[in-house]
């Protein structure tokens, strides 16, 4: 005998409510240097907001992103695209990356940060995401108590630097069920104001600068990951959502040559060249269907990214690039990067945990629901 209909909808966990999604491709052209403009002619054309034309010989080679960028965007009209979805995205649960790739001198720094340390008018994604989450929160109820942290490092070598305490140290990478996949011992500074965060912000910047110039090394080899743990807590319910954000500005992708840069040694090319190197390899091994095993453990950087490459993040990419013709080669690259990118399928969820009322009441729920189905049969 079948049973009569339940009459008990126990709907799953938003936490095991999984969404498929893809990873979102952004192009940014930036405009011409004016030594730029002297000697080289430009290549690129961004032809709508979706696509955008490399000029090869005769040949037009035509790409297509989620969103085109041109030279005349502003770093507010970036945001509006970029930041405030992922931010929005974050304040409901989910987990977000915005990562800037391209070669270097393309305008990375500056989608991320802006000119100076993020006060400018010209701010990049990073303060303006500082600013906007405060203001989400003095917006927001009562009934939610928030808490922000904050982690800066740099992946330089594929060795570990926090730069909210610059202590030499060796970190190591960790996955537990409480943390996710996370660099132990790294430090989290708590804010409670954008202009608390923005001071944290430039500590961060002025750490880097300082270790580049002591270790004589040179940034723009380096990745700069900030990550920002939001959590809100329902005072009624008990329920707690614990979203993450990994703002990243990449190593230049151009490949480092021993040639032209002194006192570099072979090992340390390689080591320089790994991390990126890898994330071309995670990327592909994504995207092609018959490859089964995804090397994310094969560098710092990917492996700290594993959620954000086919994982439980939303995740957009900035592909950034210089019009000129003295980049043609890089651009191309960067330009199929991207490309590929755009095929990566990530699963998202909502990231809760539900308090202990509530999950006595999902099992009391459940025992009364099998009780249930036990006397229909
Ligand atoms: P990267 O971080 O990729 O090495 P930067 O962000 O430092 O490159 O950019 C190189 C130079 O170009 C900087 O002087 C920067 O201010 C300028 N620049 C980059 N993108 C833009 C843009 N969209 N508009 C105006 N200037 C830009």
Do not use: F
């Given at each position: 005998q079948t049973p009569k209909t339940d009459p008990f909808t126990i709907a799953a966990p938003a936490s095991e409510v999984s969404l498929a999604t893809r990873v979102r491709v952004v192009c940014r052209v930036r405009p011409l240097t004016e030594t730029e403009a002297l000697r080289e002619t430009r290549l690129?054309?961004?032809?709508?907001?979706k696509t955008v034309c490399l000029q090869e010989k005769e040949t037009p080679n035509v790409f297509t992103y989620d969103s085109v960028f041109d030279e005349h965007a502003t770093q507010e009209d970036i945001y509006a695209s970029v930041g405030q979805k992922t931010l929005a995205d974050l304040f409901k649960g989910f987990n977000g990356t915005i990562l800037a790739y391209g070669?270097?001198?393309?305008g990375k720094s500056h989608t991320?940060?802006?000119?100076?340390?993020?006060?400018?008018?010209?701010?990049?994604i990073i303060p303006r995401v500082a600013e906007n989450i405060f203001t989400h929160i003095l917006q927001s109820s009562d009934e939610v108590e928030y808490t922000v942290g904050l982690s800066m490092m740099e992946v330089y070598k594929e060795h570990i630097f926090d730069l909210l305490d610059p202590q030499p140290k060796d970190f190591l990478i960790h996955e537990d069920k409480l943390n996710g996949i996370h660099v132990r011992g790294l430090s989290q500074a708590f804010v409670s104001s954008s202009s608390e965060m923005a001071s944290v912000l430039k500590q961060g910047c002025k750490n880097r600068r300082t270790a580049s110039t002591n270790m004589n090394t040179d940034s723009s080899r380096s990745h700069a990951i900030l990550q920002i743990i939001l959590t809100q807590k329902d005072?009624?319910?008990g329920e707690i959502r614990r979203s993450s954000l990994f703002l990243v500005d990449l190593a230049g992708s151009e490949k480092v040559d021993r040639s032209g840069?002194?006192?570099?040694?072979l090992e340390e090319t390689k080591k320089i060249n790994l991390s990126l190197s890898v994330l071309g390899l995670v990327i592909n091994s994504l995207t092609d269907?018959?490859?089964?095993?995804?090397?994310?453990?094969?560098s710092k950087l990917t492996r700290i990214l594993q959620e954000s490459l086919g994982g439980n993040s939303r995740t957009t990419l900035i592909i950034n690039i210089s019009p000129a013709s003295g980049s043609y080669y890089e651009t191309l690259s960067t330009l199929r990067f991207g490309s590929r990118a755009k095929k990566i399928r990530n699963s998202v969820h909502i990231n809760t945990e539900l308090s202990v009322d509530q999950l006595k009441g999902r099992i009391s729920l459940l025992e009364k629901r099998n009780k249930y189905l036990e006397e229909q049969l």
């Open positions: 690129i054309e961004a032809v709508d907001d070669q270097t001198g393309a991320m940060m802006g000119p100076g340390d993020g006060n400018d008018l010209d701010r990049g005072v009624t319910s840069a002194t006192g570099i040694t269907p018959k490859v089964n095993h995804v090397p994310y453990r094969d």
